[in-house]
């Protein structure tokens, strides 16, 4: 016979491979499946329980309500519970991904001249075309606007030839003042 020591040190051998089963691992970790499992195994035990008290068992299988739900719970509960096993839920990461989404959605309005106008639109309306009609008077005109035209030289003095050395001359005195 094993002493006691050896039965424990196969005991926790036999615990570790257990745990190195990822089936069994995910049992152990996951109180939902845990809780399935219970509820599996519980109803399944007061169907059982129910049919066996009976005096007719395939009359209490067909007829009586009471064991055709508790049948049907602990299959609904079994086969859930082995869906968690097999295939562990998956993550679902909603904050990551409206994080994702809002910094794409900023680029494209960023980067895309028309989507952006598109956006800018929609958010304040179209945009309405006008003509910019000044209400008041234009500024005094400059030293160079001020500057008599040849033909306005030529017209006075009647010498066109004169004008247009004058008018040189006034360009150029007026483009050295500046």
């Known amino acids: 016979m094993a002493s006691a020591s ?3 040190a196969t005991a926790a051998s036999a615990a570790q491979d257990l ?3 990822p089936y069994i691992r995910r049992v152990v970790e996951d109180p939902e499946i845990r809780d399935n499992a219970r509820v599996a195994y ?3 035990r007061e169907a ?3 049919i066996s008290n009976s005096d007719n068992p395939a009359s209490a299988i067909l007829d009586d309500r009471k064991v055709q739900r508790s049948i049907k719970r602990a ?3 079994a086969m859930e519970t082995r869906a968690l096993i097999i295939e562990p839920r998956r993550s679902h990461h909603l904050v990551r991904n ?3 989404l809002g910094a794409g959605a900023v680029l494209a309005v960023a980067l895309s001249e028309g989507l952006r106008n598109k956006v800018l639109d929609m958010l304040f309306g179209a945009e309405e075309e006008f003509d910019y009609v000044p209400t008041t008077a234009p500024p005094a005109a400059s030293a160079k606007a001020e500057a008599p035209s040849t033909a306005d030289v030529a017209a006075t003095n009647g010498k066109a030839d004169k004008a247009d050395k004058a008018g040189k001359a006034d360009a150029d005195a007026a483009a050295d003042s500046e």
């Open 6 to 8: 050896e039965r424990a």
């Open 19 to 21: 745990l190195g089963n």
């Open 42 to 44: 519980s109803a399944a």
């Open 48 to 50: 059982i329980d129910r």
């Open 75 to 77: 299959g609904e509960a």
């Open 98 to 100: 409206l994080v994702i």
